[in-house]
């Protein structure tokens, strides 16, 4: 399984909205709609943002949306604070499971 | 509260063997997927393996298919990994993580240099 592709880093400005993309293949985010999505801050384990696609944990500000088009998942954060600067994953189920190769977001 | 705490990770020379273990509370264990997860220095996430609640069913990266055996005790609330044929590409933090991963540990340093 090859990781799914991320863009390497993403930037904006306090309050602006900042999208991530995640593409796969039909044989992941394409063919099932169980991608999930993490923030890792330095130093820390990665949290849950995201699940199946757009579904949000408690305690996950509704600033954090996702959603799926075709072989390529998205998030996007809107409002964006000084906070939500990390690294962020996504992941895929494909039989068995496929991380992306991460995108750090910049708050400017 | 859910809490999942990893040990065992050490210095350990290539070709050589390891056993890590992961301590679950806070939730009924019996009942969950448990994965270990895995991250290289710098890097980024890396799914290694997952094992189903009764432990019948086991799943394996390709990195590590042949290397590495998943296991879990609902008895002692504890998931485990023993590390075989360990090379220096297996060097990383390693997480263990419930179900959806939806609660991780703070993981467990694994070396693997002469």
């Known amino acids: 399984q090859s990781a799914l592709t991320q863009p390497r880093s993403v930037s904006g400005s306090p309050g602006q909205s900042v999208t991530i993309s995640c593409t796969g293949t039909s044989s992941d985010v394409g063919g099932y709609n169980y991608v999930s999505w993490y923030q890792q801050h330095p130093g820390k384990a990665p949290k849950l943002m995201i699940y199946d696609v757009s579904k949000r944990p408690s305690g996950v500000p509704d600033r954090f949306s996702g959603s799926k088009s075709g072989n390529t998942a998205s998030l996007t954060i809107s409002g964006l604070q000084a906070e939500d600067e990390a690294d962020y994953y996504c992941c895929s189920y494909a039989g068995s499971y496929v991380f992306g190769t991460g995108t750090k977001v910049t708050v400017l | 509260e859910v809490q999942l705490v990893e040990s065992g990770g050490v210095v350990v020379q290539p070709g050589g063997s390891l056993r890590l273990s992961c301590a679950a509370s806070?939730?009924?264990?019996?009942?969950?997927?448990m994965h270990w997860v895995r991250q290289a220095p710098g890097k980024g996430l890396e799914w290694v393996s997952l094992i189903s609640w009764d432990g019948g069913s086991t799943y394996y990266a390709d990195s590590v298919k042949g290397r590495f055996t998943i296991s879990r005790d609902n008895s002692k609330n504890s998931l485990y990994l023993q590390m075989n044929s360990l090379r220096t590409e297996d060097t990383a933090l390693y997480y263990c993580?419930?179900?959806?991963?939806?609660?991780w540990g703070q993981g467990t340093l694994v070396t693997v240099s002469s």
């Open positions: 993580a419930k179900d959806n991963f939806d609660y």
């Open positions: 806070g939730f009924t264990f019996d009942d969950y997927t």
